[in-house]
T-cell receptor
Framework: NAGVMQNPRHLVRRRGQEARLRCSPM?????VYWYRQLPEEGLKFMVY????????ESGMPKERFSAEFPKEGPSILRIQQVVRGDSAAYFC???????????????FGEGSRLTVL | QQQVKQSPQSLIVQKGGISIINCAYE??????FPWYQQFPGKGPALLIA?????SEKKEGRFTISFNKSAKQFSLHIMDSQPGDSATYFC??????????????FGRGTQLTVWP
């Protein structure tokens, strides 16, 4: 059973370009979360999605960032007109419809590392 | 919104020693409090978690102690090994409950265990 798959693992963009990060959750998982990790910092929640629905986007910057989880295909985090401050590791996590009873575990992918030149 | 404070930022321990990492949260929460372990270049992976109605949980060399009244919890790693060298994150659930699925993470503790 494959884990959470993220691609690309590394992405380099120039200022003003667009970045698209993809996440395929674990099989049987219908809930997806995106987190951002800046150097020397913890993970910051960005958005929580279920299939075709954004449940909570309170951690998402108001401009340039968007996320979707379509009925078919991976979840996508899109950053338009990237700036240097967007350089970070972006992690996707997934969970099943009913979370593990003892831990509420989130399963993380290995992340996509965005570098903005 | 939940705030989580984690200390120390870095920790160096000799092999066989005890590693202790502390966390404090601000708002009421009634879901799971997990610890995640992250190796360089990898995603975080769940290490151990505790519910707030339990004061201690032990799994092998790893123990979580939870003080609900003080809103603090800590991770103890007994008989620390070089393979434990990683970054450890504590997390607290959203204070509105688990249905929102969101975790708030501490800034992380980089643990180095010397052989």
């Amino acid at each position: 059973n494959a884990g959470v798959m993220q691609n690309p693992r590394h992405l380099v963009r120039r200022r003003g370009q667009e970045a698209r990060l993809r996440c395929s959750p674990m099989k049987g998982h219908s809930h997806v979360y995106w987190y951002r990790q800046l150097p020397e910092e913890g993970l910051k929640f960005m958005v929580y999605l279920q299939k075709e629905n954004i449940i909570d986007e309170s951690g998402m910057p108001k401009e340039r960032f968007s996320a979707e989880f379509p009925k078919e295909g991976p979840s996508i985090l899109r950053i338009q007109q990237v700036v240097r401050g967007d350089s970070a590791a972006y992690f996707c996590a997934s969970s099943p419809p009913v979370r593990a009873p003892n831990t509420g575990e989130l399963f993380f992918g290995e992340g996509s590392r965005l570098t903005v030149l | 919104q939940q705030q989580v404070k984690q200390s120390p930022q870095s920790l160096i321990v000799q092999k066989g020693g005890i590693s202790i990492i502390n966390c404090a949260y601000e708002n009421t929460a009634f879901d799971y409090f997990p610890w995640y372990q992250q190796f360089p270049g990898k995603g975080p992976a769940l290490l151990i978690a505790i519910r707030p109605d339990v004061s201690e949980k032990k799994e092998g060399r790893f123990t979580i102690s939870f003080n609900k009244s003080a809103k603090q919890f800590s991770l103890h790693i007994m008989d620390s090994q070089p393979g434990d060298s990683a970054t450890y994150f504590c997390a607290a659930p959203d204070d509105r409950g688990s249905t929102l699925g969101r975790l708030y993470f501490g800034r992380g503790t980089q643990l180095t265990v010397w052989p």
